[in-house]
Protein backbone atom coordinates (compact mmCIF):
# COMPACT_ATOMS: atom_id res chain seq x y z
CA UNK A 1 0.00 0.00 0.00
CA UNK A 2 1.22 3.46 -0.93
CA UNK A 3 1.15 6.37 1.98
CA UNK A 4 -1.84 7.80 -0.30
CA UNK A 5 -3.71 4.40 -0.08
CA UNK A 6 -3.15 4.27 3.82
CA UNK A 7 -3.84 7.65 4.53
CA UNK A 8 -6.88 7.58 2.66
CA UNK A 9 -8.60 4.30 3.69
CA UNK A 10 -10.86 4.68 6.04
CA UNK A 11 -10.09 0.91 7.46
CA UNK A 12 -6.41 0.50 6.53
CA UNK A 13 -4.23 -0.25 9.53
CA UNK A 14 -3.14 3.14 10.29
CA UNK A 15 -6.86 3.99 10.89
CA UNK A 16 -6.98 0.89 13.37
CA UNK A 17 -4.31 2.48 15.53
CA UNK A 18 -5.01 3.87 18.67
CA UNK A 19 -3.91 7.92 18.86
CA UNK A 20 -1.43 6.90 21.54
CA UNK A 21 0.03 3.25 20.02
CA UNK A 22 3.43 3.22 19.21
CA UNK A 23 3.93 2.31 15.28
CA UNK A 24 7.22 1.63 13.33
CA UNK A 25 7.07 2.68 9.21
CA UNK A 26 9.09 0.95 6.54
CA UNK A 27 9.08 3.32 3.60
CA UNK A 28 9.96 1.70 0.13
CA UNK A 29 13.49 3.59 0.05
CA UNK A 30 15.10 1.99 2.83
CA UNK A 31 17.67 -0.41 2.22
CA UNK A 32 16.66 -2.75 5.19
CA UNK A 33 12.82 -2.67 4.45
CA UNK A 34 12.10 -5.20 2.32
CA UNK A 35 13.74 -8.63 3.81
CA UNK A 36 12.76 -7.25 7.30
CA UNK A 37 9.23 -7.59 5.95
CA UNK A 38 10.30 -10.87 4.38
CA UNK A 39 11.55 -12.15 8.09
CA UNK A 40 7.94 -10.50 9.27
CA UNK A 41 6.15 -12.98 7.15
CA UNK A 42 8.44 -15.80 8.58
CA UNK A 43 7.28 -15.11 11.90
CA UNK A 44 3.60 -14.30 11.18
CA UNK A 45 3.45 -17.42 9.37
CA UNK A 46 4.62 -19.41 12.47
CA UNK A 47 2.48 -17.66 14.69
CA UNK A 48 -0.97 -17.98 12.44
CA UNK A 49 -1.38 -15.01 10.81
CA UNK A 50 -3.80 -15.55 7.90
CA UNK A 51 -2.76 -16.45 4.30
CA UNK A 52 -4.12 -13.61 2.93
CA UNK A 53 -2.16 -11.09 5.55
CA UNK A 54 1.08 -13.24 4.46
CA UNK A 55 0.19 -12.68 1.06
CA UNK A 56 -0.47 -8.80 1.13
CA UNK A 57 2.76 -8.44 3.18
CA UNK A 58 4.67 -10.45 0.56
CA UNK A 59 3.11 -8.04 -2.37
CA UNK A 60 4.83 -5.20 -0.12
CA UNK A 61 8.43 -6.40 -0.08
CA UNK A 62 7.91 -7.24 -3.79
CA UNK A 63 6.87 -3.58 -4.74
CA UNK A 64 9.55 -2.14 -1.73
CA UNK A 65 12.26 -4.04 -4.33
CA UNK A 66 10.94 -2.68 -7.15
CA UNK A 67 10.52 1.17 -5.55
CA UNK A 68 14.38 0.45 -5.10
CA UNK A 69 15.36 -0.88 -8.88
CA UNK A 70 13.69 1.96 -9.99
CA UNK A 71 14.53 4.77 -7.35
CA UNK A 72 17.44 3.67 -5.67
CA UNK A 73 17.53 2.59 -1.65
CA UNK A 74 19.31 4.24 1.02
CA UNK A 75 20.33 3.26 4.65
CA UNK A 76 18.05 4.81 6.90
CA UNK A 77 18.78 8.41 8.44
Do not use: N, Y
Request: charged share 30%; net charge negative; proline share 4%.
Amino acid sequence: MTKREEVEQMDSTLARTADDEPIFILCGRDACAPLTVIDWIDRAHRAGVSQQKLSDAFRQAIAMLRFQAEHGSKLPD
